[in-house]
């Protein structure tokens, strides 16, 4: 048999249990964040006066509108590779909202503060903190994710396991955002990033590993 017939008739098989296959992938990124956050309320919390910071404080809430900018996409992306005809093409141009969020955070931060302000709001107070806590949360939901992967027929294990790495870091920044009492942009754009996209890497990595067929 071909390989274009093979990657037909795994299609076609996708589709009379897709249903199943993307409520596996719901349900495990659903469990896996469930998970990270008891882990992450029990051991971290959330920041004083978080409702307080809601409502009055625009740097704070961009925070989450930057994480679940990484997340959303992320997680319909990663449905479609789930399938084996499912092609990417135009579909990861949505993985640059986040950068294009980012870069109006930072330049609309750059123009607010003095520039001898920018690298003390950079730096900030918790980076190597939060370089440690956002892969470490990130780590059951990217097994959530791989695990909901081996029950589809991916044909691009690598940019599967990327993007579920994306994902898996885009829950875990949204609720370490939280708790960091680091709100700047210019934080976000270094530490954060990091955090994603070695979550991202770590996905890449496994993926032909966890996902081969």
């Not at 249903?19 to 882990?39: E, F, K, N, R």
Request: aromatic share 10%; net charge positive.
């Amino acid at each position: 048999m071909r390989t274009e017939d093979l990657i037909k008739a795994l299609a076609a098989d996708a589709k009379s249990v897709e249903p199943p296959v993307a409520q596996t992938l719901a349900t495990a990124v659903g469990v896996g964040t469930l998970i990270t956050a008891l882990v992450f309320y029990g051991l971290f919390g959330i920041r004083d006066h978080f409702m307080e910071l809601v409502t009055s404080s625009p740097r704070f809430l961009f925070k989450f509108v930057l994480t679940l900018s990484v997340a959303i996409p992320a997680f319909f992306l990663v449905r479609g590779l789930a399938r084996p005809d499912f092609k990417p093409g135009k579909m990861m141009w949505w993985l640059a909202l986040a950068p294009l969020v980012l870069a109006v955070g930072v330049l609309l931060e750059l123009f607010a503060l003095p520039s001898d302000a920018w690298r003390a709001n950079m730096v900030g107070h918790n980076a190597v903190f939060c370089l440690i806590v956002i892969p470490l949360l990130s780590l059951t939901p990217l097994v959530a994710v791989l695990y909901a992967l081996r029950n589809g027929a991916t044909t691009h294990p690598v940019i599967a396991g990327a993007v579920g790495g994306l994902l898996s870091a885009g829950i875990s920044a949204t609720l370490y955002a939280a708790h960091c009492p680091d709100d700047s942009p210019l934080f976000l754009a270094v530490w954060y990033s990091i955090g994603v996209l070695v979550m991202t890497g770590l996905g890449a990595l496994l993926g032909p590993r966890v996902l081969r067929w």
